[in-house]
């Protein structure tokens, strides 16, 4: 397979060549060759994924007279489809997360998406930044994801204006014993820096600073600045020694059991988890997590799931057909809508959504100030060490030297690849 | 803690020893060798085996077969010839009547090299190499993701509607631009560059019906010329027309040049230069900014070097070393000492239901150990776990260092027993109670007769499974990293936990936060394998010294 991986890049490096040739007004040489993918397409995605897709990608076949496949990866599609990818057995389209977006570059396995400014415009503008990396367009969004705050009313009838509030109510709940835990914020005991980051945000941390474009700058890591340590100090305030709203043995495994169970009010989480809680016919509301009083914005980081064209795929033509011209429709964007609840990327499909279910409104309200999250490659340096500077000050240590201590570990591991 | 057979190249040694060192012979036992000796003689003649060995034979065949046609299609020549070699040759060896000794010795060599050898070999290629996220694929490869991404819309320039179309049997992109007053142009895109059509018939979306003189392709004819749609560059001024798909196409330019003279990148814009460094596989401009995507480079003894100069890396090595020493010493000992007692108890010929208890014993053996680890993971959890309900305690089991390992040997204890119960009750029946009967004859008492006459019998058996199971559990990398991840963390050093054994400290390093390095991970590999097969060389030196006293 190698070799001919070789072949069909130096192709594909004729052709760019040809482009940069085009200038100086000398003959490009595409050489043509026939058709290696025989008009098939084959799309990965993961298993949420999979069955709504085979019935849109089989109209698209139909449209277009070829045959496409539609592969389920269980499991690690992104590593899966980096490694296929380089051996020449990858798909021609990915379906995936827009953070990948910076490994997937670097490894040189996915292509631009010309989108057209109209194409462009008809998606939310938060989506299409998200997809976007060093100046390129990457992929076509289809859904956004945030987390928020999700609040039973049975137990918690007023909203919390303030984290503060929101203590002050989870605290008075377990003192009259309706509820056993202030808060479900999953942490483990590896820390969860997606669920903790609107908290963080909110009390003044950060992780990057900013380049002059405003794209996060890895060279500047940001987590034990005197504002983050600050942060830190907060979350401490919140944490095991403290309020006793924050703790480690809040984990992702037990966080639904829990709100279902309604032994807590308040529960930070997605729209991945409204399906359970709507299962155990608890009464819920979606609010924007609160900020401290007087403190900034809680942000979430926001999350978009994008197609994307494989760089070494077989049909890339078809590929980029169906993703920068099929899937952006707003019947694809219902469907995937429809088989698995986050909002929408494309406006028109937002609207028809938020006329479906009102919680759709609300999830986008508690993402309009999102922060995308970095695509940045470096940003896999960030999870371990920031989850684990959480740990220690739920537990009660120090900020500054948990701050420290993982602003060393990060510059460690950006620095040393 | 499950089978250690399994557990990959460390464990082969402790093995294939078992059968000569495990059971004493008993004098009025049938050999073994023997029985299979007269087998051979009798064999020749029986129809059976001559079908036996045909429909091996064809099914070792059928799977030759089913290799061939993808490595035609990948070009793999060498690969084809050893199959073909080894298909071969396996096939004569089972049709002559003679080479007999290698009848027995093949089958082990050919999956001897395929499943331990290559993956050694390439173990160690690979950890002289930068191999890994960024430094996958060779230089072209990364030349060629550069420059395609980065291709940009030429600004202010028109959207075109593409109808692909033949000429004269070569393919013409039908261009169909749109003006602010609503009148459509159309144009015809070739390698020359633009021409307009004037007679051309346009649908509603900006599909061309029909042009004199060109054939427009159908949706499904210009699905099967995919490549060459996407191969075809229309020149402009400013750079070329591309296909953005079948329906679509966009005015690019290139905004960043491989020049293979100066062996460097231009940024079109900037006028920055990316020269190659081969020693790093990036592009690197003068202010030691790179590009994102690298190549594959060797890096020598780099990622050798690293592990050992490193303070970050090297400095928590020996603390993590100890820890994973104790770990997997202490999860043998606890687990053979639970497993052997389990089945001395059974072998008691006063006990009745063995056969229930011994089947309720192996249970946890039954169960897929990763779904076992999470299950006792959640059971230490300090608020919702079981154990801390069950005993009105309120203990961070998982979140402080002594009381995190003293659960991890627990729960391997758990995982571990079953296996050590098996091989046990397996050993001490074949140690004849002849021998227990005679030293209590002679007044030793049961402890005795167990320290002096049983265990030892029992050690020479069972020492080889011992080994293996300590070089398993010295790289068991599921107990650790489903259960506490390396963790608890100290609040000063975020980068290696109390828990962390070697293998779970150095996956971070190579896949945590610097992304996938295969390179890197490659050398502790080998590092690690240095480690046990030292130990386990050691350990059976004196064991072989223990087996020529009760010879």
């Given at each position: 397979m190698r070799r001919r991986t070789v072949f069909a890049a130096l192709g594909a490096a004729a052709s760019a060549s040809a482009l940069a040739a085009c200038g100086s007004n000398e003959t490009p040489s595409a050489a043509p060759s026939k058709d290696k993918g025989n008009g098939k397409l084959v799309i990965w995605a993961d298993t949420k994924r999979t069955a709504v897709l085979k019935k849109y990608a089989d109209q698209?076949?139909?449209?277009?007279?070829?045959?496409?496949?539609?592969?389920?990866?269980?499991?690690?599609?992104?590593?899966?489809?980096?490694?296929?990818?380089?051996?020449?057995?990858?798909?021609?389209?990915?379906?995936?997360?827009?953070?990948?977006?910076g490994n997937l570059v670097q490894n040189g396995a996915i292509d631009p998406v010309q989108l057209s400014a109209a194409q462009k415009s008809a998606f939310a503008a938060a989506a299409i930044k998200a997809v976007s990396f060093n100046g390129q367009t990457y992929g076509a969004p289809y859904a956004l994801e945030n987390i928020a705050l999700v609040r039973n009313t049975d137990l918690a009838p007023a909203v919390p204006a303030s984290v503060e509030e929101l203590v002050k109510a989870g605290q008075d709940l377990k003192k009259a014993g309706k509820a056993s835990e202030i808060l479900l914020c999953?942490?483990?005991?590896?820390?969860?820096?997606?669920?903790?980051?609107?908290?963080?945000?909110?009390?003044?941390?950060?992780?990057?600073?900013?380049?002059?474009?405003?794209?996060?700058?890895?060279?500047?890591?940001?987590?034990?600045?005197?504002?983050?340590?600050?942060a830190f100090a907060k979350l401490k305030d919140l944490g095991e020694k403290g309020a006793g709203a924050l703790k480690t043995s809040i984990a992702a495994e037990n966080v639904v059991a829990t709100f279902t169970s309604k032994k807590s009010a308040f529960f930070i989480t997605g729209a991945w988890n409204i399906a359970d809680i709507k299962k155990a016919g608890i009464k819920y509301e979606i609010t924007p997590v609160p900020a401290f009083a007087g403190g900034k914005p809680a942000q979430p980081f926001l999350g978009v799931q994008a197609f994307f064209v494989a760089a070494k795929g077989k049909s890339k033509a078809l590929a980029q057909e169906f993703v920068a011209n099929y899937v952006t429709n707003k019947e694809v964007a219902m469907a995937l809508y429809d088989a698995d609840p986050r909002p929408p990327a494309l406006l028109a499909a937002i609207d028809e959504a938020k006329a479906k279910d009102p919680d759709v409104a609300k999830w986008l309200d508690a993402g309009k100030d999102g922060l995308p999250m970095p695509a940045i490659p470096e940003m896999a340096a960030i999870w371990g060490p920031f989850g684990n500077a959480e740990v220690a000050v739920i537990k009660g240590n120090d900020p500054k030297t948990a701050a420290d201590a993982a602003a060393k570990a990060i510059n460690d591991a950006i620095t040393k690849k | 803690m499950t089978t250690p057979a399994t557990s990959g190249g460390t464990t082969s040694a402790g093995s294939d020893r078992s059968p000569r060192s495990g059971v004493p012979r008993q004098p009025g036992r049938r050999d073994p060798g023997r029985a299979l000796g007269a087998a051979r003689f009798s064999r020749e003649t029986t129809t059976g085996f001559l079908i036996g060995r045909v429909i091996a034979l064809g099914l070792v065949g059928a799977i030759d077969l089913f290799m061939v046609p993808p490595l035609i299609a990948g070009g793999h020549w060498a690969g084809l010839a050893i199959l073909v070699v080894v298909s071969v040759a396996v096939a004569f060896l089972y049709l002559t009547t003679r080479l007999i000794p290698y009848k027995y010795l093949i089958p082990g060599t050919i999956f001897l090299i395929a499943f331990q050898v290559l993956p050694i070999l390439y173990t160690l290629t690979t950890a002289f190499t930068n191999f890994g996220d960024a430094h996958r694929g060779s230089k072209e490869e990364a030349v060629v993701a550069i420059q395609t991404s980065s291709l940009?819309?030429?600004?202010?320039?028109?959207?075109?509607?593409?109808?692909?179309?033949?000429?004269?049997?070569?393919?013409?992109?039908?261009?169909?631009?749109?003006?602010?007053?609503?009148?459509?142009?159309?144009?015809?895109?070739?390698?020359?560059?633009?021409?307009?059509?004037?007679?051309?018939?346009?649908?509603?979306?900006?599909?061309?019906?029909?042009?004199?003189g060109y054939t427009v392709l159908t949706p499904a004819e210009a699905a099967g010329r995919a490549e060459q749609i996407g191969a075809l560059a229309v020149p402009t001024d400013q750079g070329a027309i591309k296909s953005s798909g079948l329906s679509r196409a966009v005015e690019l330019k290139a905004t960043k040049l491989y020049d293979p003279g100066c062996d460097c990148v231009t940024d079109v814009d900037s006028g920055t230069k990316y020269t190659a460094d081969e020693t790093q596989g990036y592009f690197v401009s003068p202010s030691g900014e790179h590009l994102a995507q690298g190549w594959q480079v060797s890096v020598g003894l780099h990622n050798y070097a690293r592990l050992f100069t490193d303070p970050s890396i090297s400095g928590p090595f020996l603390g993590s070393f100890v820890w994973n020493f104790a770990f997997a010493l202490l999860s043998v000992f606890c687990s053979f000492a639970l497993g052997l007692a389990c089945a001395l108890i059974l072998h008691s010929p006063r006990v009745r239901g063995t056969k229930f208890y011994r089947t309720l014993l192996i249970l946890p053996y039954a169960m897929p150990s990763f779904a076992m680890l999470l299950v006792w993971r959640d059971m230490f959890n300090t608020d919702f776990g079981l154990v801390n309900r069950l005993f009105g305690l309120h203990l961070d089991w998982l979140g402080q260092p002594w009381t995190a390992r003293m659960t991890l040997i627990l729960i391997n204890m758990w995982m571990g027993f079953p296996y050590m119960f098996l091989v046990a009750t397996g050993a001490l029946q074949a140690i004849p109670r002849e021998l227990t009967e005679a030293s209590s004859i002679d007044g030793a008492s049961p402890w005795q007769g167990f320290r002096r006459v049983t265990l030892p019998l029992l050690l020479v058996a069972l020492s080889p499974l011992l080994i293996s199971s300590f070089a398993y559990n010295f790289n068991n990398f599921n107990a650790i990293q489903f259960v506490t991840r390396g963790g608890p963390y100290p609040p000063d050093n975020v980068s290696s936990g109390a828990t962390d054994i070697l293998i779970t400290y150095t996956y971070r390093l190579a896949f945590g936060g610097g992304g996938a390095q295969f390179g890197f991970a490659a050398a502790i590999s080998t590092i690690i394998f240095a480690i046990v097969a030292t130990m386990s060389i050691l350990v059976f030196r004196r064991t072989r010294a223990l087996e020529e006293v009760y010879k």
């Open positions: 698209f076949g139909k449209d277009n007279g070829i045959t496409v496949e539609v592969k389920e990866v269980a499991e690690n599609l992104q590593t899966v489809f980096v490694t296929a990818s380089q051996q020449g057995s990858g798909p021609d389209v990915v379906v995936g997360a827009h953070d990948w977006i999953q942490a483990g005991a590896q820390g969860d820096a997606y669920h903790i980051y609107p908290l963080y945000s909110s009390a003044g941390g950060s992780m990057f600073g900013l380049t002059s474009a405003g794209d996060p700058d890895p060279k500047n890591v940001t987590v034990n600045s005197a504002e983050s340590i600050a | 940009q819309q030429v600004a202010n320039a028109p959207e075109y509607a593409l109808s692909p179309a033949l000429k004269d049997g070569k393919l013409v992109f039908l261009l169909v631009t749109t003006n602010d007053a609503g009148e459509k142009r159309v144009q015809a895109g070739t390698e020359d560059g633009l021409a307009d059509v004037p007679d051309a018939s346009v649908g509603l979306t900006g599909r061309i019906n029909d042009a004199p």
